[in-house]
C-alpha cells in the first residue's frame, strides 16, 4: 500500500489506507466525544441490530448543533428512519430498483457512456470524474426521478457543498465552529429542497411516468406523503443516486491503473468485470463511514457503549480487517467470497446498489473496449476526495489510448 499513498497522495483522513491498524475494534474517542467501530464482525453486528444501533442519530447530536426552527426537517429521510416507517418508505421506492426495471436501463446506460466518450474525445482531453463518472449516474437517476438532467452543475455543486468537507465529525465543536458549519449546509440544503419542491409541486398538477411522480402519489397507511418527506427522498435519491456511482468508476479505473496486471486480466476476461467492481468496494470503500445511535447499552467488541451514544461505523476500516479478508491490502478480484459491507447490511443495505453495479459494469466494459490502455496522466495527476467520510477520485485524466 505504500506505493499507492504515494502515488496517488491518499489524503492522511483515510487512515485505513496507511496501513493495518493497530488499536482495538471499538474504542472511544474523547475529542470528538464518538464512540467508533473498526472491526469487520462488530460492524456486522450493528448493522445487523437496528433496534440496538439506531438511524436516528440526530436525538443524540446536542441541540445547539442542529438547525431551529422549520428550516430543517429530515422527515422522509429513509437512511435516518428505523423500523416500522424505514420499511413502509422503503417499499415505497424498492419498486423502481426492481432487477427488471435496473437490467431495462442497460441500453440507456451504454448510449450514454458511448456519447460522453465521443464528447470528451472531440474536445481532446479526457478527465474520467467530470466526463463521464459524474455525469453518467446523474443523467440516469435524474431521467429516472424525472427533473432535467441540464442541472447536473447545480447537483453537483449542491452535492460538493454538503459531502465535500475536510472537517472530521466530532460533538466537541466551538460555537464559531458550529454556526460556520450549519451555515455551510444549510444553504445548499434550502436550495436544492427548494428545487425539488418545485418540481413536486408540478408533478401534483401534471403527473407523468417518473419516480417523483409516483413519491407525490404515493399513500402510507393510507395517506399521501407530506411534502417535506417528497422533497427529503428526492434529495437522497438524486445524491445517493449519483455519488455511489461516481466513486465507484472513478475508485475502479484508479485500481486498474495502480494494477496493470488486473487490467489485463479483465480486458481479457470481461465476465470477471463485477467481481472486479466488488473487489474496488471493498479495497476503496466509497462511502467510508456511517453513524448510528445506542438505544440501550450495548456490549461490542469486549466494551460496553453507554445508551444515547453516536456510534461511527467505518465500513472502509472493517473491510480491511484481517480477521475477515486474507492479504486486505492487496487488491485481489478473485476473492471468493467478498463479503464487503462497502454498500451496508440489513434493512439498510444501498437500494441502488444494483443500479450502481451496472452502471460500473457497463461503463467499465465500453472503457476497456475504447481506450488500449487505461492510464494515469503522471503530468497531470489524480486527486482524491479529502473528506473523511468519502473514499472516492476527484479527479482522475486519462492518457489517449
Not at 93 to 98: E, H, L, W
Not at 236 to 244: E, N, S
Amino acid at each position: 500500500m505504500s506505493d499507492i499513498v504515494e502515488r496517488y497522495d491518499i489524503p492522511k483522513q483515510h487512515f485505513w489506507l496507511h496501513g493495518p491498524r493497530s488499536g482495538p475494534p471499538v474504542e472511544f474517542d474523547a475529542a470528538s466525544g464518538l464512540w467508533n467501530v473498526y472491526g469487520y464482525p462488530e460492524l456486522h453486528e450493528v448493522l445487523g441490530d437496528p433496534a440496538t444501533y439506531s438511524s436516528d442519530t440526530m436525538r443524540v447530536v446536542p441541540k445547539e448543533m442542529m438547525p431551529s426552527g422549520d428550516d430543517f426537517s429530515l422527515q422522509g429521510f429513509i437512511t435516518q428512519i428505523d423500523p416500522p416507517e424505514h420499511g413502509k418508505l422503503r417499499k415505497l421506492v424498492s419498486s423502481a430498483f426492481t432487477r427488471k426495471v435496473v437490467a431495462d436501463l442497460e441500453p440507456r446506460i451504454a448510449e450514454l457512456t458511448n456519447e460522453l466518450i465521443d464528447a470528451a474525445r472531440e474536445r481532446g482531453r479526457f478527465e474520467l470524474v467530470s466526463d463521464l463518472a459524474y455525469p453518467l449516474p446523474v443523467i440516469v437517476i435524474a431521467e429516472l426521478l424525472g427533473v432535467p438532467s441540464s442541472d447536473r452543475a447545480l447537483f453537483k455543486r449542491w452535492a460538493d457543498a454538503l459531502f465535500q468537507r475536510d472537517a472530521e465529525v466530532s460533538l466537541n465543536r466551538s460555537a464559531e465552529e458550529r454556526i460556520a458549519e450549519l451555515e455551510a449546509t444549510m444553504k445548499p440544503w434550502k436550495e436544492m429542497s427548494a428545487y425539488l419542491a418545485g418540481h413536486a409541486a408540478e408533478r401534483r398538477r401534471q403527473p407523468r411516468a417518473d419516480l417523483l411522480t409516483r413519491l407525490v402519489e404515493a399513500e402510507v397507511d393510507g395517506e399521501r406523503l407530506p411534502d417535506e418527506q417528497v422533497v427529503n427522498f428526492a434529495i437522497l435519491l438524486l445524491l445517493a443516486g449519483h455519488i455511489t456511482t461516481t466513486m465507484l468508476l472513478g475508485n475502479t479505473v484508479l485500481c486498474l491503473d495502480a494494477f496493470p496486471e488486473q487490467q489485463d486480466a479483465v480486458r481479457a476476461d470481461r465476465s470477471s468485470i463485477p467481481a472486479v467492481i466488488e473487489e474496488s468496494i471493498r479495497f476503496l470503500t466509497p462511502f467510508a463511514v456511517l453513524g448510528r445511535a445506542t438505544t440501550r447499552e450495548a456490549e461490542l467488541g469486549g466494551v460496553t457503549i453507554p445508551a444515547d451514544k453516536m456510534v461511527m461505523i467505518w465500513l472502509a476500516a472493517a473491510n480491511r480487517d484481517p480477521r475477515q479478508f486474507a492479504h486486505p491490502d492487496v487488491f485481489d478480484p478473485h476473492r471468493d467470497p467478498n463479503p464487503h459491507l462497502g454498500f451496508g447490511r440489513g434493512i439498510h443495505f444501498c437500494l441502488g446498489a444494483p443500479l450502481a453495479r451496472l452502471e460500473g459494469r457497463v461503463a467499465l466494459d465500453i472503457l476497456l473496449d475504447r481506450f488500449g490502455t487505461l492510464r494515469t496522466d503522471p503530468d497531470d495527476p489524480v486527486q482524491l476526495n479529502s473528506t473523511p467520510s468519502l473514499t472516492g477520485v476527484r479527479r482522475l485524466p486519462l492518457l489517449p489510448g
